[in-house]
């Protein structure tokens, strides 16, 4: 008789760099970079992002996000 045993968890590390994987597979690359407050100001200015949602860190990126895939085409 033959018995389950199930997966294990894996670890941080191992999640991390299964991630980093996927995106590069999806040709994305995860970058860090610093950002002005007169660049969140220029983005509040085009209608990009809501004045009240300048410290919302998502809110931000979705706003550069919009400017790059506009930029970008």
Aim: net charge positive.
């Amino acid at each position: 008789m033959q018995t389950f045993t199930p997966p294990q968890p894996r670890s941080p590390g191992a999640e991390r760099m299964a991630r980093h994987r996927r995106r590069r597979k999806g040709g994305f690359r995860c970058l860090t970079i610093e950002f002005r407050e007169r660049e969140v100001d220029v983005l509040i200015e085009q209608g990009r992002l809501a004045a009240e949602s300048r410290a919302d860190r998502t809110a931000v990126l979705k706003a550069l996000y919009g400017f790059l895939e506009d930029t970008l085409r």
